[in-house]
């Protein structure tokens, strides 16, 4: 059919928002993002779902299901009868966890062959037919399965820095003289040497203890501009040679683990800093992945030992944070993980032939974690340089989507979406605030707010307060919700079940009634009993007794904020774009609609089974033709009629026909 694609590719884009999209657009950059929004529909309103997170929402763009559908009702996940302390909720990435059907395991029924690739809860697989890489971190090679609060490992290992300096996530060393080297160039003079004990920080399974070296040279002039890291002191092996701001080639090594296994490795290196004594100096060493790590099936990962770039836990974020890094190497670590990302989506384009394609980039995310303050700052040199690493990271995108587009032919239908949008920082609002002051909580301590947190990572640390369970009748669990401590149901429940609705009711009129002391402004903007949480898409025993929500101008960016919030620079309204056959060009589309709306419209254009518990609603503003299905209908029972006439008419005798004597 002219009006059905052959294949759908869906890039998602965490935290992408189309305003902003549109302001780079006007600025003379993105030209990806521009000629897919001139060539398909921009949906001016597409809300997320709430919570405004991560792991709820692409739930609900591979499903097409809302939270008390595919059970993924916050960040992290609270199982009835478990304690309502934070400590033993954890993080939403196994897939096994998700109660509803992904949109690409009703394909594989169906004998249709999908490629899912970096896209959160995808992992484990059972794909008889299709492709799954990644799916239990951010990035490839992160996995959070099983991992409490903010809690992640790395394959092998997350990015460090070797230094001469004092600093975080790093190994420090001192140079001396260079003695027993094989293979060194001629001419070279006075080099140095640096023995590493390789960190490896954040290793799922450590490696053996192991040992590399770091060699630097001088020029002419007798200054150090030079360093190679090397596996062993033979120059001929050396990882990498660089000169201050460069970035390595792609390196493969083999590392010897703990239990005696060998596993194969790749990473990127970039030399930081590196003085003409000598002196100060930082080598950037990129996160180690192992090539096959989370593939199914294996095989798939010789086909991607193809891909440019590199994986950095966070995308750099927590280094930038620590300011071991400038926000220069922190794009292009990020250029990094997206050349990769889009590399291997467009090989398994190429290679798999996938109908379906499904998948999820995080560094937009990152970056408003990292730069929100900034990018309102009244600082001009410091909103100025933000701005600017706003566009790149935009930039990077677009460049992966540009990658991607190569691999796709002109019947392709393309979709960029993002889970949610963001806000600017405001102050956190600690639910214990209201619920102390009315008598429903006890705190067992004086709570002390960390230092050096962003505004998520204070969020947790606020919820999870060391409680007085034999005084508190309601708790705050995860990011929205509050639990009354109820007897019978929690460990630790004090609450009778006859008085259930009535404490139920006394913590949304705390929450409601609270005023800020600091601003004079009352932080929760909406608190719901589980019951009338329905209308949010909220039901089931994964929903806290209450579920309430802030004002953007509290909180942090987004999780607790409301989908229609708009604050500073930002809005939750999520991204998304549609462009291919059947779908109308350059359209803007007013309409409001859902995530979980994406399912039901692809679908519905390509003859696709539909997910089993798929709810959201099909997008036909978005069609050139919506009545185009109910057309083919109507056409193929004119044909089947005319085919049964002549059938008819070719079986009847002579004696049959009306004008025979």
Partial sequence: MANTPNKVVVIGLDCCMPHLVERHINEGYLPTFKRLIERGVLAENCLPPFPTVTPPNWAAIATGAWGATHGITDFHNHEPGEPLDNDANLQNWDRRRVKAEYIWEALDKAGKKCVVLNYPSSWPSDLKHGVVVGGVGMTIGEDRIDQTHLAKVLDVCADFIITTDYLPQASRGEFVEASGWENLPEGSEEPLEMRVEVPFPMARVRPAPTTWWVLVEQNAEGEYVRASLCPTKDYAQAFCTLEVGQWSERIDTTLEMSDGTRREVFFKCKLLRLDGEAEEFRLLVG??????????????????????????????????????????????????????????????????QPELLYLHSHPIDWMYHLLASDLESPDPAVNAKAWEVHRRIYECEDALIARILEACDRNTMVVLVSDHGATADGPVFDPYQALVPAGLAVLAEEQKQEEGLNL???????SSAKIDFSQTKAVANR????????????????????????VQQQIIDALLTYVDPATGRRPVALALSRRDARILGLAG?????????????????HGQILPTAEY????????????????KKNHRLERTCWLPDLVPTLCYLMDWPVPETAEGAVIYQALKDPDMKAKEIVKLKESLARMEEAVNRESRQPWDHHDCA
């Fill in 456 to 462: 998520a990572q204070r969020i947790l640390s606020l």
């Fill in 541 to 557: 025993d994964r929903v806290g007794d209450v579920v309430y929500a802030v004002y953007p101008w509290f909180g942090a960016q």
């Fill in 568 to 583: 500073g620079m930002g809005k939750l309204k999520t991204l998304l774009v549609m462009q291919g056959p059947g779908l």
């Fill in 287 to 352: 996160a180690m992945i192992d090539p096959s790590s989370g593939c199914h099936p294996v095989e798939v990962a010789k086909d991607l030992a193809q891909c440019r770039g590199a994986f950095h836990f966070s995308g750099g974020m927590v280094m930038a944070m620590l300011k071991t890094i400038d926000l220069d190497t922190y794009v292009e670590m990020n250029q990094n993980l997206s050349a990769w990302l889009s590399d291997a989506a467009a090989i398994l384009l190429e290679t798999q």
């Fill in 479 to 502: 990011e929205i919700y509050i639990y009354v401590n109820l007897k019978g149901r929690d460990p630790e429940g004090i609450v009778e079940p006859e008085d259930y609705e009535k």
